[in-house]
């Protein structure tokens, strides 16, 4: 394969401060055949941290660094293994609450939990969030300004009277979100500083599918998620005659993503003012990949006959 970018490096540091965050997602259901009845997992910087479902009963832990923790905390598995076992029995109550309150006998229901938090680690600055969901829509949510519940559904207010008055719960909840969650989050990034804190750099490609169509500027293997990739004219960023791609995961933990220009109306003398530009968020280095058309990889060519055909 032939050396497809040209590489401009401009420095190796992260300048950006970074927001980390601990996020968990509990998940009850019922009426779905062949899923567990209640998943958990947690996230570190949106990469899974640990796994548990009511079939298994086990918590279990999805990166290797993660094993660090038993370092210092021997019954740190046990520990989270007991409290999801807990916590699995009570969703299958509020489950069934939840269906009495809005009248329901049976069919496929859902019951999910997102809560966690988010600390700057150069401003130090915590932001903490505690919010429960119904068959897709919002049931109760934890105000941490005011400390009280916020139910968006008439079928939540009785659940709202009754945990705004248990004043313990609400400290409680305040307290894990503004304090324990935040200071295991600082020990999660701790253990997992030198996977989660680097940066990797794609392979970018230039990419089309017939002579006709529309020439794809792709990366690949980028890590954090937080990129640009945009198409350039003598140096100036296009923003017409351009399709942005979503940024989408690859397997191994890192990213790619695509953005596709318009050539049709561009007469073949123009395309060396265009390049494509990849930008990690808060590095310095970028890629740069001048549009040539000898450096397009297609594949219009391998089906027995020519598809390259020049202008006269
Ligand atoms: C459930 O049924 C009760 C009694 O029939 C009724 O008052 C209430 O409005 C119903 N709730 C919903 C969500 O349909
Ligand atoms: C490219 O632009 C031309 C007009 O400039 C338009 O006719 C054509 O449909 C566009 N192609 C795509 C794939 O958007």
Not at 283 to 311: A, F, M, P, Y
Request: charged share 25%.
């Amino acid at each position: 394969m032939k050396t497809l970018s040209f590489l401009l490096l401009l420095g190796l540091t992260r300048v950006a401060a970074v927001t980390h965050s601990l996020k968990y997602f509990y998940t009850g259901s019922s009426g779905v055949s062949n899923f567990p009845e209640f998943v958990a997992v947690g996230l570190v910087d949106d990469v899974q941290i640990d796994y548990y479902d009511s079939e298994t009963r086990r918590d279990v832990p999805k990166q290797d660094w993660m094993d660090k923790v038993t370092a210092d905390d021997p019954q740190y598995w046990d520990r989270q293994t007991d409290i999801l076992t807990g916590t699995q029995q009570t969703y299958k109550v509020n489950i069934d609450i939840l269906k009495q309150r809005f009248n329901q006998t049976g069919g496929l229901h859902v019951y999910q939990r997102m809560y966690g938090c988010e600390w700057d680690d150069e401003t130090g600055e915590v932001r903490g969030y505690d919010q429960y969901g119904y068959d897709g829509e919002d049931f109760i949510l934890f105000d941490l300004k005011t400390q009280t519940w916020i139910s968006p559904t008439p079928q939540a207010f009785i659940t709202k009277q009754k945990w705004d008055s248990d004043k313990a719960f609400t400290v409680s909840r305040k307290n894990y979100l503004t304090q324990i969650c935040p200071e295991w989050l600082k020990k999660y990034v701790n253990y997992g500083k030198i996977s989660l804190l680097r940066t990797d750099l794609p392979s970018v490609s230039l990419l089309q599918k017939t002579p006709s169509s529309p020439v794809s500027c792709h990366a690949t293997g980028f890590y954090p998620d937080k990129a640009d990739l945009f198409w350039r004219k003598d140096g100036e960023q296009l923003h017409e005659d351009v399709d942005h791609g979503e940024i989408l995961p690859n397997k191994d933990g890192t990213f790619q993503m695509r953005v596709d220009l318009n050539l049709s109306s561009v007469r073949p003398e123009d395309w060396s003012r265009y390049d494509c530009v990849f930008q990690l968020s808060g590095v310095k280095n970028h890629i740069v990949t001048k549009l040539d058309k000898d450096q397009i990889r297609t594949n219009w060519e391998t089906c027995g006959k020519t598809g390259r055909t020049r202008s006269f």
